[in-house]
Each structure stands twice: as structure tokens, then as C-alpha cells.
């Protein structure tokens, strides 16, 4: 099981992080499937908007919905993101190199979004990296039971991963 995680300790840090990652590992040649997230700044109207990338090359989807500028409430629209896993899931089948997941968050920490997706990746010994953070980490390393590999928050540390740990189990496979 190869399972990585990684937190940056900033708001959206780690969600910019995975972004340019995936851009980069894109723009060598690998094969990806799974999210990449990007804000959009709404500051006449309140928080920003989410939408994930699919991998590699889109579409986009919005994840949130607009509760109005004083809504203290949960923006995730859960439909577009079990729109999103379900577009992931029907990747995973075309041979990819690495499954990212923007973050491991309530609702994979509840059992459900991209949870099934990871599991499955896994099976295919496809290697996994996720972004976490603290809110759902014991969930995670519950799901993951303990084996999931910390990697520090930058692109350098991630690229080491992926060419010392994940591309030698796809040399094995």
C-alpha cells in the first residue's frame, strides 16, 4: 500500500501545493487521475468559490455554493463533489501513474467521497497522495491504518516521493 499525505500549515496552502505538482508531474509526462483544488477570491461576496480540477486536463467543478455573504454554514455542495468522485473513479481504469486527492476531508472522514476512490487505487497498486488536514486527520490515519507516509509541504519533497517511493512500485507492478 502506497499512501502519502501532506498539510501546509497556511489556508489553501496545500491545495496550491498539489495544483503545481500535478502540473508538474503533467508536463513530464505521467499519467494522473483524481482533484487538484483552486479558490477563487469572492471579496465583494463573501468566502471564495472551490472548484476541483479533474485530472489531468479538467473539467473544473464547483464543490461550493453560494449561502449568502453572513452564512456561517458548510458551502461543500455534496452532489458536485460525489459528481467529482464518480468522474475520478472512471479514470482509474485507463492506467494512470499517480491518484491525487485535493484533501481528505468530512465527508471522506464520515465514508464517503473520495474515500471508495482511494481504496480502490489502492487495490490497484496505484500509489496515492492526499491532501490532509488536522480537522480530519485521525480519520485518515484510521482509514489508512497507520501506514500512510508523511511528506513535508513542498513540491521538491513531494517529487522525491514520487520518484523514489511511488515510481519504483510502478517499476514492481
Same mark, same amino acid.
Given at each position: 500500500?502506497?499512501?502519502?499525505?501532506?498539510?501546509?500549515?497556511?489556508?489553501?496552502?496545500?491545495?496550491?501545493?498539489?495544483?503545481?505538482?500535478? %502540473?508538474?508531474?503533467?508536463? &513530464? /509526462? !505521467? *499519467?494522473?487521475?483524481?482533484?487538484?483544488?483552486?479558490?477563487? +477570491?469572492? @471579496?465583494?461576496?463573501?468566502?471564495?468559490?472551490?472548484?476541483?480540477?479533474?485530472?489531468?486536463?479538467?473539467?473544473?467543478?464547483?464543490?461550493?455554493?453560494?449561502?449568502?455573504?453572513?452564512?456561517?454554514?458548510?458551502?461543500?455542495?455534496?452532489?458536485?463533489?460525489?459528481?467529482?468522485?464518480?468522474?475520478?473513479?472512471?479514470?482509474?481504469?485507463?492506467?494512470?501513474?499517480?491518484?491525487?486527492?485535493?484533501?481528505?476531508?468530512? %465527508?471522506?472522514?464520515?465514508? &464517503? /467521497? !473520495? *474515500?471508495?476512490?482511494?481504496?480502490?487505487?489502492?487495490?490497484? +497498486?496505484? @500509489?496515492?497522495?492526499?491532501?490532509?488536514?488536522?480537522?480530519?486527520?485521525?480519520?485518515?490515519?484510521?482509514?489508512?491504518?497507520?501506514?500512510?507516509?508523511?511528506?513535508?509541504?513542498?513540491?521538491?519533497?513531494?517529487?522525491?516521493?514520487?520518484?523514489?517511493?511511488?515510481?519504483?512500485?510502478?517499476?514492481?507492478?
Amino acid at each position: 500500500m502506497n499512501i502519502a499525505f501532506t498539510m501546509s500549515p497556511g489556508r489553501g496552502d496545500t491545495d496550491l501545493l498539489l495544483h503545481h505538482f500535478a %502540473h508538474s508531474l503533467v508536463a &513530464r /509526462g !505521467f *499519467r494522473l487521475a483524481g482533484t487538484v483544488q483552486v479558490n477563487t +477570491d469572492r @471579496p465583494d461576496r463573501g468566502p471564495c468559490d472551490m472548484d476541483v480540477k479533474l485530472l489531468p486536463d479538467g473539467p473544473s467543478i464547483r464543490i461550493s455554493q453560494s449561502l449568502g455573504k453572513g452564512a456561517r454554514g458548510c458551502r461543500l455542495d455534496p452532489s458536485a463533489l460525489e459528481h467529482a468522485v464518480s468522474a475520478v473513479a472512471g479514470r482509474l481504469n485507463s492506467g494512470i501513474d499517480l491518484l491525487i486527492i485535493n484533501k481528505f476531508g468530512k %465527508h471522506e472522514a464520515d465514508g &464517503r /467521497g !473520495f *474515500r471508495s476512490v482511494i481504496a480502490e487505487a489502492l487495490s490497484q +497498486d496505484v @500509489p496515492v497522495l492526499v491532501g490532509l488536514n488536522s480537522l480530519n486527520a485521525e480519520a485518515f490515519h484510521a482509514f489508512t491504518a497507520g501506514f500512510a507516509t508523511e511528506i513535508p509541504p513542498s513540491n521538491n519533497s513531494l517529487m522525491q516521493w514520487f520518484e523514489t517511493t511511488a515510481l519504483r512500485e510502478l517499476d514492481c507492478a
